[in-house]
């Protein structure tokens, strides 16, 4: 790897700055990848055919050469004619050049001779190398295929596949080259294909991708990508064949860190004001009287409310400037229009901590951007006070429940939303509210310690609440949902999930807006493949994030992590049972990451001594995933799952209950049948005294209809993680191994 002279190359990009260049030539691009230590082929600058002689060709070897137009914004040559492979003869050239300047669109203020590198254009003989700037990420380098076909290879590969993501802020040095393994075009170029030696060493790709991540300095105000397209792999290594370097324009703001007491003082106040009570009902007045169901203390309340001395029995002041005293929290629940000038004059009075602002579109009402821009300039200038000032969740929110805080502002009819039974050590962080409270109701009996819902994140970001859950230890599930990020927030809030990581924490993320978030980025192949979404992901998923796909996904992980807490994997051993094969062909057909273990002759003799005697032997055999078949009872199956979650060889286990066999209970009583799924000896107290007696990590599966749900509730209010179906299951235990096992 070779330092750049980071000063020479600012220089550089400032005279084309100057000159009203948002791009680099390409000789200006290639003298910063010579810079960087990547190869370039032999290469010479004309200025038109005339200047075309034997001179000029003699640098070069081989038959032909490669001709390429110069001129401002010319990013993509090949789509407009731009390249073309000439013979190396003088005539030749000079016709070529006169051909090309005829047929560009606009004029060309050069063109560059290339020596024509020799190189396999299968894939992994071709790969695109790039420096690109995220807002959200901040810079990355994405290694992928390489060519002309780079967008339609990476949209046809598996994801996580089609791109190797690094970041100079995130990446550990140690985990570089495995990263890069991960992605296809790098495997087929730097492994043995077909008995064939690998075409380049894993090193001096890592070297390259080093290189590129030195730029981060100059990123973004001065540079905001650098795309080689395709990178040869030949027999020296590689060679960059072509770059495309877009500039920065110049420093961007940098918004002030918000205080991490501020963040601790809103989600657990000692003091409350709301203002926007009703005297009728109304949102304000549901959530006063959902603060006061949660237990806060009242005499520790005040409304904002002129014209009235209590409400709900808790005192009111006509204004801010009659609040008794300094408040740890504000939640204001005004119109649109009178929020921002509201929040202004508490934040420049200092009279408060925090606060939840519920409305939206402030900036959207008549006059409503000048009271925005007071009340973002009053939150700035309060940065530079020793507290750091205020925090502000919201706006457009739903707000926050927070069972340590003794609070609840999500304005919800209580009847609306299930009981919380089983407190849990889960966050919530979420960009809507609705998805929110969606999870609410399809968590249940899960009981978060905290909802947040951060709506427009004009403050308090995604990165903030993570950060501050890393030093609160009864979080150790933290699910997260989020639409993007913002300016950096995405580094803070992957910095915050390694440490969580660390401390044998788990984060569930799902971003939603995937296909948004490249489908205006055409400036490069780096933007239109590696989106916003896709770095997210891959940058996610190395630092021990787990990536849900879907919102059901997230729903599956979230549950299983929670109620799996305490029970780590020793391996990914997998050990299964059910009552049904189809189940058995599902768990073995998703197993991914997990091993189907390969039971010992201790645990066949177990299992045959259980099942022989009940004739289930006679129908299937004895293996890994284990068929029980609808013969067998209750107690045949516990028992069956406890040799299997016993076993030395197994590290988890999922246990299948197809709950339509009449061999096992799984009915409440009713007319028609003779089943109570709560007697004692039933499946559902077999499965719940599993459960309290085992360590290992296991998940039930109850893949049945509305008819089931009390079976499903029932092993649910024994802590069971309960799933809809084999495949869902099997992958979620399959993340949970992969967070939990040793390496």
């Given at each position: 790897m070779t330092e750049p002279d980071l000063a020479a190359l600012r220089r550089r990009i400032a005279d084309a700055r100057a000159a009203g260049d948002d791009t680099l030539a390409e000789p200006d691009g290639l003298a910063l990848l010579t810079a960087l230590g990547i190869a370039v082929p032999t290469w010479r600058l004309v200025a038109d055919e005339a200047a075309v002689d034997e001179a000029l060709l003699a640098p070069f070897s081989g038959d032909r050469v490669v001709l390429k137009a110069v001129a401002p914004g010319l990013a993509h040559k090949t789509e407009v004619g731009a390249v073309a492979f000439v013979e190396r003869s003088v005539p030749a050239l000079r016709d070529a050049i006169a051909a090309m300047r005829r047929r560009l669109p606009a004029p060309a203020t050069g063109f560059t001779v290339a020596e024509l590198v020799p190189h396999d254009r299968d894939p992994g003989g071709e790969l695109l190398l790039a420096f690109r700037w995220t807002d959200d990420m901040g810079p990355v380098v994405a290694v992928g295929a390489g060519g002309t076909a780079t967008e339609l290879l990476a949209a046809d590969l598996r994801p996580g596949r089609e791109l190797a993501i690094a970041s100079p802020a995130l990446t550990p040095p140690d985990r570089l080259d495995a990263i890069l393994a991960e992605a296809t075009?790098?495997?087929?170029?730097?492994?043995?294909?077909?008995?064939?030696?690998?075409?380049?060493?894993?090193?001096?790709?890592?070297?390259?991708?080093?290189?590129?991540?030195?730029?981060?300095?100059?990123?973004?105000?001065?540079?905001?990508?650098?795309?080689?397209?395709?990178?040869?792999?030949?027999?020296?290594?590689?060679?960059?064949?072509?770059?495309?370097?877009?500039?920065?324009?110049?420093?961007?703001?940098?918004?002030?860190?918000?205080?991490?007491?501020?963040?601790?003082?809103?989600?657990?106040?000692?003091?409350?004001?709301?203002?926007?009570?009703?005297?009728?009902?109304?949102?304000?007045?549901?959530?006063?009287?959902n603060v006061l169901r949660e237990g806060f203390d009242p005499t520790a309340i005040t409304v904002i409310k002129p014209g009235a001395a209590e409400v709900d029995g808790v005192r009111c002041v006509p204004d801010l400037a009659s609040l008794p005293g300094r408040v740890d929290l504000i939640v204001v629940v005004l119109p649109a229009a009178a929020t921002p000038g509201f929040v202004a004059e508490a934040v420049e009075r200092d009279l408060v901590t925090s606060f939840i602002v519920i409305p939206g579109g402030l900036e959207e009402k008549n006059g409503g951007s000048a009271l925005a821009d007071r009340m973002q300039h009053a939150l700035e200038a309060a940065r530079s006070r020793p507290d750091g000032g205020p925090v502000i969740n919201g706006g457009n929110c739903l707000g926050i429940r927070s069972r340590p805080g003794r609070y609840d502002t999500l304005f919800i009819p209580q009847a609306k939303l299930p009981p919380g039974s089983r407190p849990a050590p889960m966050a919530l962080v979420t960009g809507s509210g609705a998805f929110a409270i969606t999870r609410l109701s399809r968590l249940a009996p899960l009981d978060p310690r905290y909802v947040v819902t951060i709506g427009n994140q004009t403050d308090l970001t995604a990165g903030d609440y993570l950060a501050r859950f890393v030093d609160e230890p009864g979080v150790r599930v933290v699910g997260v949902y989020v639409e993007g990020f913002l300016r950096l927030d995405g580094v803070r809030f992957l910095e915050a999930a390694a440490r969580l990581r660390a401390g044998g924490r788990q984060v569930v993320l799902y971003r939603a807006g995937r296909t948004a978030a490249g489908a205006g980025a055409s400036a490069s192949h780096t933007a239109a493949i590696a989106g916003d979404a896709t770095v997210t992901r891959q940058l996610a998923r190395a630092a021990g994030v787990a990536w849900a796909e879907t919102p059901a996904e997230f729903d599956d992980l979230l549950r299983t992590f929670t109620l799996l807490d305490g029970r780590p994997a020793a391996g990914r051993r997998l050990g299964a049972v059910t009552n049904a094969g189809s189940e058995c062909v599902t768990i073995a057909d998703h197993a991914g990451s997990l091993s189907l273990a390969r039971f010992s002759a201790a645990t066949e003799r177990a299992l045959g001594d259980l099942l022989v005697p009940a004739g289930i032997t006679s129908v299937v055999d004895v293996h890994n995933p284990l068929d029980l078949t609808p013969i067998a009872g209750a107690s045949i199956a516990g028992a069956a799952a406890r040799i299997i979650l016993e076993a030395d060889e197994v590290d988890a286990g999922i246990v299948g209950a197809v709950p339509m066999a009449d061999s096992i209970e799984t009915l409440p009583p009713g007319e028609g049948h003779l089943e109570d799924?709560?007697?004692?000896?039933?499946?559902?107290?077999?499965?719940?005294?599993?459960?309290?007696?085992?360590?290992?990590?296991?998940?039930?599966?109850?893949?049945?209809?509305?008819?089931?749900?009390?079976?499903?509730?029932?092993?649910?209010?024994?802590?069971?993680?309960v799933l809809g179906t084999a495949d869902a299951a099997t992958r979620a235990l399959a993340a949970w191994c992969e967070a939990t096992a040793p390496s």
């Open positions: 075009a790098v495997r087929l170029a730097t492994r043995s294909v077909r008995g064939q030696p690998p075409r380049l060493a894993p090193e001096r790709l890592a070297d390259a991708v080093r290189s590129l991540m030195a730029l981060a300095p100059l990123a973004p105000d001065d540079l905001l990508e650098v795309e080689v397209n395709p990178a040869a792999v030949t027999a020296d290594g590689l060679v960059a064949l072509d770059v495309l370097v877009r500039l920065g324009d110049g420093p961007r703001p940098v918004r002030a860190p918000r205080p991490a007491a501020a963040v601790a003082r809103l989600l657990q106040p000692r003091t409350i004001a709301i203002v926007g009570v009703s005297s009728a009902m109304n949102a304000g007045r549901v959530i006063l009287q799924l709560t007697r004692p000896g039933a499946l559902a107290d077999v499965l719940a005294d599993l459960w309290r007696t085992t360590s290992k990590p296991w998940i039930a599966v109850v893949d049945a209809g509305p008819l089931y749900e009390p079976f499903r509730d029932q092993l649910a209010a024994a802590g069971i993680p």
